[in-house]
């Protein structure tokens, strides 16, 4: 029981983060404003292109930055969304200081 509850958890957390990144590469890509988000309370790397960004750009000028690299490469970053110029990867984390519903 305890592995299935695990497994539950597990996708609903995936779930929110990949909702949570697909949302904020959104809003900024729509006020172009290129910051970490000050509410989120998790791993996280952002990524600006010039053109329209992709994951397959995004994670290449992430891998060679030592930093965001470390993080890819612990799995602390889970999912990857990107809306026009922006980019954003995340893992398990926090909205606000509280965490995310069904967390």
């Not at 729509?30 to 998790?42: A, E, I, L, Q, S």
């Not at 750009?57 to 809306?83: D, F, K």
């Amino acid at each position: 029981m305890r592995f299935v509850t695990a497994l539950v958890l597990s996708l609903v957390c995936s779930v929110c983060s990949a909702q949570s990144a697909h949302d904020y590469a959104a809003e900024m890509n729509r006020t172009r404003v290129f910051r970490h988000d000050p509410n989120w309370r998790g791993a996280e790397v952002i990524y600006m292109s010039s053109g329209v960004a992709t994951e397959q750009s995004a994670r290449r000028w992430w891998m060679n930055s030592p930093a965001h690299r470390r993080l890819l490469q612990s799995g602390s970053i889970t999912e990857i969304a990107c809306v026009g110029n922006y980019c954003v990867g995340r893992g398990q984390g926090f909205i606000g200081g509280r965490k995310r519903r069904g967390w």
